[in-house]
């Protein structure tokens, strides 16, 4: 990628980072453009759909967390990996405001740009369950998917100004209602 274009991608991605963690998933495509200095077209030829433009920002967070699982389990006791990873997921998903119904669709739809990201975290997810559950510290009636699900709901209460409030004593709730105890 030439030099103008590469800073091209990268303010547009960084601007449409910003721009959606303020307006959520229906940000307008102009109004990053015009943020980001850059025409429309610009825009388009770089991400030529809305999938396209989220699956390049959450590509990178999602890259993170698969990281930080990794990082987790190599450092932590299983049940605090777990948490500690589900508390991270949650606050990535809500850093862009609606992108729960995206992820939850993209899941589903092999041909979807986000697709592959969203399979990498829910395994990277599964995986600090799956620790959890052989050492006895997590329920074992529940699997990788059912983690994705609570952590995407999760986020949703996030998103939701009447129930914001409630979202941090709620995601204590559900912690411990994975967790055994043991």
């Known amino acids: 990628m030439r030099a103008d274009a590469r800073k091209n991608h990268d303010q547009l991605l960084a601007v449409a980072g910003t721009v959606i963690t303020e307006q959520g998933v229906d940000a307008s495509m102009r109004d990053i453009a015009r943020r980001a200095d850059v025409g429309l077209a610009t825009l388009l030829r770089h991400f030529p759909t809305r999938e396209a433009l989220f699956e390049a920002l959450l590509r990178t967070s999602f890259d993170e967390l698969a990281v930080t699982a990794s990082e987790f ?65 997590a329920r074992t009636d529940i699997d990788g998917t059912d983690l994705y699900a609570l952590a995407g709901s999760l986020a949703w209460l996030s998103d939701q100004p009447a129930l914001a409030p409630r979202a941090d004593r709620l995601f204590d709730v559900v912690a411990s209602a994975i967790l055994t105890g043991d």
């Open 73 to 137: 389990e190599a450092s932590k006791a299983s049940d605090e990996a777990l948490v500690a990873w589900l508390r991270d997921f949650v606050a990535c998903a809500h850093n862009y405001r609606g992108v729960v119904a995206l992820m939850v669709a993209a899941i589903e739809d092999p041909e979807s740009a986000l697709h592959a990201s969203c399979v990498s975290m829910r395994a990277a997810g599964a995986r600090l369950l799956a620790r959890a559950q052989a050492e006895g510290k």
